[in-house]
């Protein structure tokens, strides 16, 4: 029972340098999201997919660029990282429809210095 | 953007209290959603609520979703230690858009 699976688990990255971080689900759904999680924010969206080869724009996407080559794996990238990007992010899946549960990995704590 | 107010934002309780806190929205959502937040871990759906008025209990939880669709209330009676954790409600429009917009937490605290 993998359900959605988060790749790495912790990094630190220097000011400048570039990293992808993976989301692999075996839930076969359709949606996935990515979030970020700051103290005291809440989960805030980043970009979202209704489905392979499509992406959408969340709440604050300046910065990271994503892609949903195959169904079940999201890609959330940083080209240039940067200090305000420090925060711990969350991959979500959910079949479509409204307010159906979205299932959550266990985060990546991502330290930009 | 949609903005979803929680309170309180931290709560320290001793052991068998009960807990209530909200959330507050400046738009109506058509469905609410509470999550639980374990240390180290990502959130977990605890309850849905699909309908303005609608009551629906989990275990030791109640939610409300509030008749103005701007609001929900999650209770808990009873707290036990594994109720420690980071609450978070969750709302969803239907209006064209998958998306859930996230509280910003309440940290629940339970003190020996």
């Known amino acids: 029972n993998a359900g959605v699976t988060q790749t790495p688990k912790f990094r630190v990255l220097k000011t400048g340098q570039s990293m992808t971080l993976l989301c692999a689900q075996d839930m076969n759904h359709e949606y996935m999201y990515w979030y970020r999680q700051d103290p005291g924010m809440g989960l805030r969206l980043i970009h979202y997919?209704?489905?392979?080869?499509?992406?959408a724009k969340g709440e604050v996407p300046d910065g990271y660029n994503v892609s949903r080559l195959k169904k079940q794996n999201f890609l959330l990238g940083l080209e240039s990282a940067a200090p305000s990007q420090t925060s711990v992010y969350f991959c979500?899946?959910?079949?479509?429809?409204?307010?159906?549960?979205?299932?959550f990995g266990q985060g990546t704590r991502l330290t930009v210095v | 953007g949609q903005q979803l107010n929680q309170s309180p934002q931290s709560m320290f309780i001793q052991e068998g209290e009960d807990v209530s806190m909200n959330c507050t929205s400046s738009s109506i959502f058509n469905t609410w959603l509470w999550y639980k937040q374990d240390p180290g871990e990502g959130p977990v759906l605890l309850i849905a609520?699909?309908?303005?008025?609608e009551l629906t209990s989990n275990g030791r939880l109640t939610a409300q979703f509030g008749i103005t669709r701007k609001d929900s209330f999650l209770n808990i009676s009873a707290s036990i230690p594994s109720d420690v954790g980071i609450y978070f409600c969750a709302g969803h429009t239907n209006f064209g858009n998958e998306k859930l917009t996230f509280g910003t937490g309440t940290r629940l605290t339970i003190i020996p």
């Open positions: 979500a899946s959910s079949y479509p429809g409204s307010g159906t549960e979205a299932f």
């Open positions: 609520l699909y309908k303005a008025g």
């Open positions: 997919s209704v489905g392979e080869g499509t992406t």
